[in-house]
Each structure stands twice: as structure tokens, then as C-alpha cells.
């Protein structure tokens, strides 16, 4: 199959030589693989758009879970934000209660948008949406923010994953943080290395991170790590943006990525059997929720 | 390459949980429907891995379920459908399996009605994307590289020719094929790995062709 990129290094060296923004090479390849016509790509893309901002704005009203594990915080957050005496900052939390926001959605089973997973969909909308209240984007850049996340996404599903089953968390909220801070960087007018450089610092943090949710719900920690996630992501595009570069290639970092994960234990891998679903706690809730007996943590 | 457009990575749109939990079960549901031709009457789930361990909490089952209804990954009636399967008149079971396969996310979906039955075997590999493995005891043998479309025939002369001419009206190039029969005469498949997404146009037009039983897409 010809494709355009099958690395970051070759999306961001076509995006520099040809003096293009990295939301056009996706959109160029995608017209290319799928044979659709531009407007018809972007016309998708806008409606997977519609459908995060309908989350988020559901979420802000406020959702609860049948399970009861998660639900309203991203209420309680914006009604934090507007004391204004946040620590961390209005944008940063906006983010995080917009990301927290979907989640809450997914986890009650209402529509959201795949990014690059379900479990991780909060972090790419989240930031979006609080990065638009500075930049002021234009709805096709808000469109592009998609694509450029989905031009990183590809290469970390293609060279790597995206499943937690196959790589943990770092391989979900992971990805989808490390899409969005490149993201970020390409709609504050960064240039494509420093969007490599930011998906590179975000993913570094995120390695490691396992996939362990409590009864085997995308609830807890589900919810929270795309907080963190949208606050790593913003971060380190920040950081990119001030010139500081990440000392390992964005792909050798992918590559990590994909090493670790295949060394994780099946414990820590989306099976509820280890990690946080493992303690005292976990294990209490999760017979609460599905009935049967308490067993012993850890095992 | 396994994932080849950017809205297999930014989509798809769906009901939560789990992208590879529920989307994913969501449409390894929904091919053993349209594999199978017909709403069934039964359905016996056998779930592998991760599935086995988390089916309930991703709502996994209802997900199953709610594609052997044959809804979309985004169709709300996955929350309620259990009750739209009784409704529906059809009974399932879910059966959580130890034994170990290949990929963490595997289920084995046996349905059937007074008629016949059928069994298939899907993996979910992640955000909703999905791969049929085997059906009736065949191995479907697929790089994952490319769409593929699976074709359920008679075994009679001709069918290979026909549709691979149906192919080629559309200008779709076929990269790998494997065809294979249980026995002489009888129920034959192909599987065609293609370099171009083949429309449900061209698949309708596959269907109309004659001793062809089942076109689906197996892998996007």
C-alpha cells in the first residue's frame, strides 16, 4: 500500500519539504488511500467534531455511571475554575474538566468519538476545547487539530498500539496525550519538527503506565489518567514550543513504547487482575458492583 | 499496515465504553449477523482473554448482542439490547473461556436457527477496529495489511471467474486470494485481499451473482 508516512520522521520531513502543515499530509493521504474526495474527508472529520463537543457539553452538565464509580467532577472542577483561584490555571483545568467531561459520558455509555480509543477519548476533545478559548482557531483548524492528532495516532497504531489489551495505558492515554500535544503545537503556530518533539516529551511521561481498571470498568482510573493526559499533553507542548527539544527521536520513543508494553505482564494489560483493580479496595468494589464473593487482592 | 485511515484512529463514533471492548465486540456481532445471512435464533459467545476477564464491565455482551441485532457501533439501542433480543425472539449465552489464543481480545460466536448454524471466530486488535479469524473451522488467513471481503459460495465452476470480474468492472485490484471447500460440491469460500475499499455497491452487485451465499467485509 502507498502511503505518504509510515514514521514520524517521514511526516514531519514531507511536512517541511513540501512546507505543509501536518493536518494536510494526513488529509492528503487519507484522499489517497481511501480514493474520497477532500470534502468528503473533512465533512467526517467535522462530525466526529460535532459529536466531542456534545460530549463535552453533556459531561459539563453533569453524568453519572450505573456503576456509581465515576460522574459530576467535571462539574465540580469548572465550578473551582470559576472562583478563580485555581493553582494550576484556568486553561490547564478547562482542559482537564473537558477531558474528565467525556470520559464521564463514555463511562455512562453515551456518544462519544473514538480517540484514538474510548478509554482515552477525553484528552484529544479536552484540550481541544480549552485551547480554543486562547487561540481563537477557525472551525477547519479545529477540524485539523483532529487530523494532526490522527497523522500521530496512525503511526503509533501502525508501529506500535493503541489497545491497552496489547500495550497498557501508555498505549491509550499514552497515545492520545502524546496526539494531542502535537496537536497543540501545530494550532499555536509551531512548526511539524516541534509537534514531533512535543508527541516525543508527552509519550516519555506516559511510558510505563499500565492498564489496570477496578471490575474491569473504563471508569477508575480510566477517567482521572485523561486528566493527567490532557495536563501532560499541554504541558509539553508548551515546552516544545519554548525551543526544548526531546533528546530521544520520536520514534525510538514509540519503539519504547511498543518494547514495554509486549514486556508487560497480562496482569497489568486491561484484565482487571492487577495493579489498582488488585487492591483491597478494587476488589471490594468490584464485588459490590457485580455480586460474588471477596477474594484475596493480588492474585 | 493494519490501521489505514485516520478515522480508524479519530473514530469511530460510538456508545462507551470501550472502543475495542464495545465498538469492537459491537461489530464481530455484527459480521456473524451478516455472515450468517438472518437474524438467528440463538447465539452461543465465547469469550477469550481480556474479554473473558472484563466482558461485563465493557458491556461487552450487550455489544455482541446488540450487532446480532445488526445495530451500529453508535446505535443506542446497545444499552438496551437485551431486551430488544427478546423481543427480537432471539436467546444467547455468554460462555467466559480460560484456554489461551493468540490474541488477547477473541471471541467465538455461534449462532444459528431451525435452519442451520454457523460459527465464526473475531479478534478485536483496538479502537474499534476488527478481524475474522475463522469460520466454520476454516483459518480466514489474512495479512491485515489490506480490506479484505470474504465470499461464501457453491461449489460450482465459474464463481471465481465472476467475481473476480466483478472486481476487475471496478478497477479493484486483488493483492491475495485463498480459496478452500469442505467438500466437493459443497460449501466453498474465498478470501480476497484487495488494495482498494470495495463499497457496499459492489458488494450487493457480488451478492447478485450466481451460487454466491454470503459477501462480507472482513477486514477494512
Not at chain 2, 457480488?206 to 477494512?220: C, E, F, S
Request: hydrophobic content about 40%; overall charge negative; glycine content about 10%.
Amino acid at each position: 500500500m502507498d502511503v505518504l508516512f509510515r514514521n514520524v520522521k517521514e511526516l514531519v520531513e514531507r511536512a517541511e519539504n513540501e512546507n505543509k502543515l501536518i493536518s494536510e499530509i494526513m488529509i492528503e493521504q487519507e484522499m489517497l488511500i481511501t480514493q474520497r474526495s477532500r470534502e468528503d474527508i473533512m465533512v467526517q472529520m467535522e462530525r466526529n467534531l460535532t459529536v466531542m463537543e456534545e460530549a463535552v457539553e453533556k459531561g459539563l452538565k453533569g453524568v453519572h455511571s450505573v456503576s456509581g464509580l465515576t460522574g459530576g467532577d467535571a462539574v465540580l472542577l469548572q465550578a473551582y475554575i470559576e472562583k478563580g483561584n485555581s493553582l494550576s490555571g484556568t486553561l490547564m483545568l478547562d482542559a482537564v474538566s473537558k477531558a474528565v467531561a467525556t470520559n464521564e459520558v463514555n463511562a455512562a455509555m453515551g456518544t462519544i468519538c473514538a480517540t484514538p480509543t474510548a478509554g482515552s477519548a477525553g484528552v484529544v476533545p479536552g484540550t481541544l476545547f480549552a485551547v480554543k478559548n486562547q487561540l481563537n482557531p477557525t472551525r477547519e483548524q479545529m477540524i485539523r487539530y483532529l487530523f494532526t492528532s490522527g497523522a500521530f495516532g496512525f503511526v503509533v497504531a501502525n508501529n506500535a498500539s493503541i489497545s491497552g489489551a496489547a500495550g497498557g495505558c501508555q498505549a491509550e492515554v499514552g497515545s492520545a496525550a502524546a496526539m494531542a500535544s502535537a496537536a497543540i503545537v501545530e494550532m499555536a503556530g509551531g512548526t511539524p519538527q516541534q509537534s514531533s518533539e512535543a508527541f516525543a516529551i508527552t509519550m516519555k511521561n506516559m511510558l510505563g503506565l499500565v492498564c489496570d481498571p477496578v471490575a474491569g470498568l473504563v471508569e477508575v482510573p480510566c477517567v482521572k489518567r485523561n486528566a493527567m493526559g490532557a495536563s501532560n499533553a499541554v504541558v509539553a507542548a508548551d515546552m516544545a514550543l519554548a525551543g526544548v527539544t526531546s533528546r530521544i527521536p520520536c520514534d525510538e520513543v514509540i519503539g519504547a513504547m511498543f518494547e514495554i508494553g509486549q514486556s508487560m505482564p497480562s496482569a497489568l494489560k486491561e484484565t482487571a487482575k492487577g495493579g489498582l483493580a488488585a487492591t483491597p479496595t478494587g476488589k471490594w468494589l468490584e464485588s459490590k458492583i457485580f455480586g460474588g464473593s471477596v477474594v484475596g487482592s493480588g492474585k | 499496515m493494519k490501521f489505514k485511515s485516520v478515522f480508524d484512529i479519530i473514530g469511530p463514533v460510538m456508545i462507551g465504553p470501550s472502543s475495542s471492548h464495545t465498538a469492537g465486540a459491537a461489530r464481530i456481532g455484527r459480521v456473524a449477523r451478516d455472515l450468517f445471512g438472518r437474524q438467528p435464533e440463538w447465539a452461543k459467545i465465547h469469550l477469550y482473554g481480556s474479554f473473558a476477564e472484563t466482558y461485563k464491565g465493557h458491556s461487552t455482551d450487550v455489544a455482541i448482542v446488540g450487532g446480532l441485532l445488526d445495530y451500529d457501533t453508535d446505535d443506542e439501542r446497545i444499552k438496551t439490547s437485551f431486551d430488544e433480543a427478546a423481543e427480537a425472539g432471539m436467546e444467547f449465552e455468554f460462555i467466559p473461556e480460560t484456554g489461551h489464543t493468540d490474541h488477547p481480545n477473541t471471541a467465538r460466536v455461534v449462532v444459528g436457527d431451525s435452519h442451520s448454524e454457523m460459527s465464526m471466530v473475531g479478534i478485536s486488535i483496538g479502537g474499534g477496529k476488527i478481524e475474522i479469524t475463522e469460520l466454520n473451522g476454516f483459518p480466514l488467513r489474512l495479512s491485515g495489511n489490506h480490506p479484505a471481503i470474504l465470499v461464501v459460495h457453491d461449489d460450482r465452476s465459474g464463481c471465481i471467474a465472476n467475481v473476480s470480474n466483478c472486481l476487475y468492472k471496478y478497477d479493484i485490484n486483488i493483492g491475495h486470494m485463498e480459496v478452500s471447500r469442505r467438500q466437493k460440491g459443497e460449501m466453498a469460500l474465498m478470501v480476497i485481499e484487495v488494495d482498494q475499499t470495495v463499497e457496499r455497491s459492489i458488494m450487493d452487485e457480488l451478492r447478485q451473482l450466481p451460487n454466491i451465499t454470503q459477501v462480507t467485509r472482513i477486514a477494512d
